[in-house]
């Protein structure tokens, strides 16, 4: 079975800081690695994913994540906050071996920026 | 560009009462999926549709759940009975199937409010 854990349930951080939003999954088969960012009030956006080739994939809004196989990690980062990126993230894992499989979901990370 | 799309975007009912939302899928997509986000927890999968049955799921999708995909466009979530603790956001997903990526998109959620 596969799980997600999302280390921080709320982190803070001022505008113009690095951002750096915590996954690890559990899978024993490769697996598909995504992040999805949710407004307050809006359905989930997907800022980016890993599938398979390169480790480090760039996503919408200056996002990036790094796929650590020996770490079994995904984390999410951004050089430089905007108030614009506060929102609830979360990261998602699926079996990319089975067509149509459901993505499991961590349990979120609330981000808030400062001014 | 093409989108899922859900109604109703809020519904209030009584408990007891049976409760249909209703989901549109991207046009050319094959897998569907219902999510449900009980407020401040995690987006928790529900059960996946392919080829006109249910591929997945989870324990929480248990007898008072049903999915259905009526015509060629409508893919419905009923819940018969509905409880106190159905209350939350439904997501409806759709994936396509070819070259699969992973990638699941989201529609902006249908907030049922059980009392």
């Not at chain 1, 071996?97 to 400062?114: D, E, H, N, R």
């Not at chain 2, 049976?18 to 046009?27: A, G, K, Y």
Request: proline share 3%; glycine share 6%; net charge negative.
């Amino acid at each position: 079975a596969q799980s997600v854990t999302q280390l921080g349930s709320h982190v803070s951080v001022s505008e113009g800081a690095l951002v750096l939003l915590r996954c690890n999954y559990s899978s024993s088969v490769p697996p598909y690695l995504f992040w999805y960012v949710q407004y307050p009030n809006q359905g989930l956006q997907l800022l980016l994913k890993y599938t398979t080739g390169a480790t480090l994939v760039k996503g919408i809004n200056g996002f990036e994540a790094e796929f650590k196989k020996s770490e079994t990690s995904f984390h999410l980062t951004k050089p430089s906050a905007h108030m614009s990126d506060a929102a609830e993230y979360f990261c998602a894992v699926s079996d990319n071996t089975v067509a149509g499989t459901a993505l499991i979901f961590g349990k979120g990370t609330t981000l808030s920026v400062s001014s | 560009e093409p989108e899922v799309t859900q109604t109703p975007s809020h519904q209030v009912t009584q408990m007891g009462q049976e409760v249909i939302l209703r989901c549109v899928p991207i046009s050319n997509h094959l897998y569907f999926y219902w999510y449900r986000q009980i407020l401040g927890q995690k987006v928790e999968f529900l059960v996946s549709f392919y080829n006109n049955e249910i591929s997945e799921k989870s324990e929480i999708f248990d007898d008072q759940f049903s999915v259905e995909r009526p015509d060629g466009s409508n893919f419905t979530l009923k819940i018969r009975s509905t409880k106190l603790e159905d209350s939350a956001m439904y997501f409806c997903a759709s994936r396509f199937e070819g070259a699969d990526t992973g990638e699941l998109f989201f529609g902006e959620g249908s907030r049922l409010t059980v009392l």
